[in-house]
């Protein structure tokens, strides 16, 4: 977590070195920072509160006969709080000169003191900015969706779909494609956990996950959902997405239901696309653009994703940002129970209209609503002046 890495750095008043992304067995993706962000930008917008290098100097990697991986790895508990940074990792700092954390994904507390929240939003809504390539093609993207959505103000919808075979496997959800989906699940979970799921002893109960709504909503389940809130074929959907279990069956419903659906693939030519087509990181990176600037944005599964994208639309808005996230184990109920009809679903759905508060946020009481508008974790000033930036001292990466 870059956010977390730069938080942490200006808190014990350290040198931060550019970090590197992990080679993820499922996403398998080989890019660096720079090939994702605009490294020079990230420096400079942290020069006062953070001193970034891009490589560690060679007079200390003479002590590690310039290899890294004789630097000392200090493993640290996820969630860990601030005050482990400043008495347990500071003292070996000091001793080492330099050290390394890895891996770093959650290993800071989300609660923390004001100063270090300030750090974490400069890091994620400031001084990350997606490198070029990535911008100008995000950036196009988003003007074609507002060109196409014109006779709707230049408004649409941005939903964040989980469904793709890696999901839906490690979910271990079952879903209505027999046998089929069966061995595909069996070897996706296999390829990507190697063994993770078939320990002795270890029992799998799809039914008991659906109903605690950890299930990835299908397009299917998707295209009522917002049918039902009243959402009709005129809307136009961004969706944010990688390659989708069985698109040709899933996806079909979903078309029919909102027929101005667009994806990337679908607004870029293939000629744009080519250079980050073998990139997962740098796809998910032009679908956060467009999704950031979308009128509403819909979650559906969790994740770095949607959890930084809410934070940054709250904090580019100025707080009015709508965002809609399902509450998945009322939605499974309604979708499970065979005698429900559409009336009485979409009633349900639109029960979920609320109110807007004074931050421009949509609320209602959990048992009033299956739907939630939740104000993200990350407390950012939406004060972007002097003073706010020179104060002491979220995961795509970010």
Request: overall charge positive; proline content about 6%.
């Amino acid at each position: 977590m870059i956010c977390n890495a730069v938080a942490v750095a200006g808190y014990l008043n350290a040198t931060l070195v550019i970090p590197n992304f992990h080679f993820h067995s499922i996403w398998r993706d080989p890019s660096k920072f720079r090939d994702i962000y605009d490294d020079e930008y990230f420096v400079n917008a942290l020069e006062n509160d953070v001193q970034v290098v891009n490589k560690i100097p060679g007079y200390i990697m003479e002590r590690f006969d310039h290899n890294l991986s004789n630097v000392f790895n200090f493993k640290i508990k996820a969630w860990s709080p601030i005050q482990y940074y400043r008495e347990t990792v500071l003292p070996k700092l000091l001793e080492e000169q330099v050290i390394r954390i890895s891996p770093f994904a959650n290993r800071l507390s989300i609660d923390a003191p004001p100063a270090v929240q300030r750090l974490r939003c400069l890091a994620n809504y400031e001084a990350l900015r997606f490198s070029s390539p990535i911008r100008t093609l995000g950036e196009s993207l988003v003007a074609r969706m507002k060109e196409r959505s014109a006779n709707n103000g230049g408004k649409y919808i941005s939903v964040h779909l989980r469904f793709e075979e890696d999901m839906v496997a490690f979910s271990c959800c079952v879903y209505d494609g027999g046998e089929e989906e069966t061995n595909d699940m069996r070897a996706a979970r296999e390829k990507g956990w190697k063994g993770k799921f078939t320990k002795p002893g270890r029992v799998i109960r799809p039914g008991a996950i659906r109903i605690n709504g950890k299930c990835p909503l299908t397009p299917l389940e998707v295209g009522l959902m917002l049918r039902g809130m009243g959402f009709d074929r005129s809307t136009y959907l961004y969706l944010a997405s990688g390659k989708i279990y069985n698109s040709e069956r899933y996806m079909a419903p979903l078309l029919e239901m909102f027929p101005n659906l667009q994806t990337k693939e679908m607004l870029a030519s293939n000629e744009e696309l080519a250079p980050f087509k073998s990139f997962s990181s740098r796809m998910a990176a032009i679908d956060y653009t467009v999704c950031l600037h979308s009128e509403v944005f819909v979650t559906t599964q969790g994740g770095n994703f949607p959890h930084f994208l809410m934070g940054h639309r709250r904090y580019l808005y100025g707080g009015h940002a709508k965002t809609i996230r399902p509450d998945k184990r009322k939605l499974a109920l309604l979708f499970d129970n065979p005698h429900i009809g559409w009336k009485s679903f979409r009633r349900q759905m639109l029960n979920m209209r609320g109110h807007s508060d004074s931050k421009g946020f949509e609320l209602r009481r959990p048992n009033e609503s299956i739907y939630s508008f939740p104000c993200p974790d990350c407390m950012c000033h939406t004060n972007k002046t002097e003073d706010s930036r020179s104060s002491s001292a979220h995961d795509l990466p970010k």
